[in-house]
């Protein structure tokens, strides 16, 4: 029973019966209407901004967005109970499961002196669960719903570990230029030319993993440096942009750049 009074301190037992209400017949309107589907989004972005509230460094903001991911956990197991498909219990036992199969060297016999040695060993056990006999069986089992740049570096690095791989950074960076040129003859002659941007994008996350540079990461900053310099060319023009021409913008621009150095 769930009591309708606000309780000092709630546990596990108490979100899973406050969400068994929710989806009673005679509970919240919104929440019995409900599938995996409808809720997938909810799922992404609630992931989104725990991550946002770990890159800020914001404990108390975390400890929140911690409690959004695992009330979507508990939304998704509800809705799968209903269904006679799983329920938390089950998600709890796979996941401990998992993870005493995955480290055989904490839960057995085999060693890993450094982490690479227990992420073999992972990924080893991983590959054996899943029954993925070939590189390309690995790739395959990358989530296709990941970000495209963070899914294209763990496609690279699993190929890396089969092999395929340049020794340096150089031919890297020469296939980013072979990727920007074939970009501008795609745009030239108006063909291919969503096919030749991935090729690009896939090539300087290549370039990135060389550097030992995450291209997610550096896409984000990237997009937080656009805001913030185009917040000042917004408060240099005093007037809107719309009525500036590109060399206008561009100079602004400029500046606005060379403020920040």
């Given at each position: ?168 950074i150089a031919p890297a960076l020469d296939k980013l230029s072979e990727e920007l040129e074939e970009?501008r003859r795609a745009i030239e002659e108006n063909s291919n030319v969503e096919e030749e941007l ?64």
């Amino acid at each position: 029973m769930v009591n309708s009074q606000m309780t000092e301190n709630y546990r596990l037992e108490d979100l899973l019966n406050i969400m068994k209400r929710l989806r009673e017949p005679d509970g919240c309107p919104w929440d019995r209407v409900q599938t995996h589907q409808s809720i997938r989004p909810n799922m992404l972005e609630e992931a989104y901004e725990a991550a946002d509230a770990i890159d800020r460094m914001d404990m108390e903001n975390l400890k929140e967005e911690l409690g959004d991911v695992l009330l979507q956990v508990v939304f998704h197991a509800r809705m799968a109970q209903e269904a006679g498909q799983f329920n938390f219990d089950d998600v709890v036992d796979g996941i401990c499961k998992k993870l005493v199969y995955r480290h055989p060297h904490v839960f057995g016999a085999e060693k890993a002196e450094d982490p690479e040695g227990a992420l073999s060993a992972w990924d080893a056990r991983k590959r054996a669960e899943k029954g993925q006999s070939t590189a390309a069986d690995a790739l395959n089992g990358v989530a296709r719903a990941l970000p495209a740049l963070t899914r294209a570096a763990k496609l690279q690095n699993k190929a890396a570990k089969a092999g395929f791989d340049w020794r340096e950074i150089a031919p890297a960076l020469d296939k980013l230029s072979e990727e920007l040129e074939e970009l501008r003859r795609a745009i030239e002659e108006n063909s291919n030319v969503e096919e030749e941007l991935g090729d690009l994008l896939f090539a300087a996350v290549k370039v990135g993993r060389f550097a030992q540079v995450d291209g997610e990461a550096a896409l984000q900053k990237a997009c937080e440096k656009f805001i913030r310099r185009f917040a000042r060319v917004e408060a240099l023009a005093a007037g809107p942009l719309d009525r500036l021409d590109v060399p206008a913008l561009e100079a602004l621009w400029r500046r606005a750049k060379q403020e920040e150095t």
